[in-house]
């Protein structure tokens, strides 16, 4: 855990292993993460850390941890199988 203006945030997910990791570049259409963004989530009320990148527009992008293999083919839960990707890009790979 990681305090962050009097917060607790969880610092050592898959996630920002992930981002430190493999980078902060999406694997796909290259959008790089520039910030991190203090968030809290509404069931929990914990906060957490999101990465953004900001697109050609001035639009913010979040990034997420992919799995290169889905889960739903078999794909692990482990560090090699992640990898950095936009939201856009993840949503558009879809269960490929």
Same mark, same amino acid.
Request: hydrophobic letters at 15%; a positive charge.
């Given at each position: 855990m990681v305090m962050i203006n009097?917060? =607790?945030i969880k610092?050592?997910?898959q996630r920002f292993q992930t981002f430190f990791t493999k980078g902060l570049k999406? +694997?796909?259409c290259g959008i790089e993460? =520039?910030?991190f963004g203090k968030e809290k989530d509404f069931e929990s009320k914990r906060y957490h850390l999101n990465l953004? +990148?900001?697109d050609e527009s001035g639009n913010e992008v979040l990034m997420t941890k992919d799995h290169i293999v889905p889960r739903s083919k078999g794909g692990a839960s482990e560090l090699y199988n992640?990898?950095?990707m936009c939201a856009k890009c993840n949503v558009a790979k879809g269960n490929n």
């Open positions: 009097g917060d =607790k610092g050592n997910s999406c +694997a796909c993460g =520039k910030y953004y +990148a900001i992640y990898q950095t």
